[in-house]
């Protein structure tokens, strides 16, 4: 079956510190890859996404590149913010008319000053 | 794009009450989807429409919820006889038909809290 495995949290840094957060997923076919992030009380939005092996999706100082060998999509930044600190959600999606997505269980960033 | 909107915010009911949350997709969206989420997870899947049409249902999706989305616009998840293991975020999500590199835009949700 597809799913999606997502470092657990909570990830605690000091300001302007790297971050990596690890995503690796099983899939039955050839996905497309989200990352998603969470504030609290919020919906879901939509960070940065990736459609085909090699690409790679960035947003806000955000990457994170498919790697189709190694199944993974792992989301870094280089410097990150105290406006950071939110749930970021891992997520795939696979072909088949419905699109629906599966998701990881979400990893919380908590940045320090 | 107004973004896709959810009612209530909150909903605090006492066990064994119906409830019904609505949600607005954006406007051009054919696709609607209803989520699930509870603390420390992510959105589990409940049900997606395309148009006016139920086109698949989670196993999560008891028999007392009932979503329904008449005209194609809207969309309403009812839950009857609330249990406490109903407490949870409920997200509606939308996107546009297309392909499977679509997102979603979710709504803020609703938050359900069974007394």
């Known amino acids: 079956g597809n799913s999606v495995t997502q470092m657990e949290g909570p990830v605690t840094l000091s300001e302007e510190a790297f971050l990596t957060i690890n995503c690796t997923y099983t899939?039955?076919?050839?996905?497309?890859l989200f990352w998603y992030v969470q504030y609290p009380g919020e919906g879901l939005q939509l960070l940065l996404k990736a459609t085909k092996a090699d690409d790679k999706g960035s947003n806000k100082g955000f990457e994170a590149t498919y790697r189709k060998e190694t199944t993974s999509f792992h989301l870094e930044k280089g410097s990150v913010q105290v406006s950071d600190s939110a749930v970021y959600f891992c997520a795939q999606q696979v072909s088949g008319g419905s699109y629906i997505p599966t998701f990881g269980r979400g990893t919380s960033l908590i940045v320090h000053p | 794009d107004t973004g896709v909107s959810q009612n209530p915010r909150h909903k605090i009911t006492k066990r064994g009450q119906n409830v019904t949350f609505r949600c607005d997709p954006i406007s051009e969206h054919n696709r609607l989807y209803w989520y699930r989420q509870t603390l420390g997870q992510g959105p589990e899947f409940l049900t997606y429409f395309q148009n006016e049409a139920q086109l698949e249902k989670s196993r999560l999706l008891s028999d007392r919820f009932s979503a329904e989305r008449p005209k194609g616009s809207f969309s309403t998840l009812e839950i009857q006889r609330t249990e406490q293991g109903d407490s949870a975020m409920y997200l509606c999500a939308s996107s546009p038909t297309g392909d499977v590199g679509q997102p979603q835009h979710f709504g803020d949700g609703t938050r359900l809290s069974i007394l």
């Open positions: 899939a039955t076919g050839y996905p497309s």
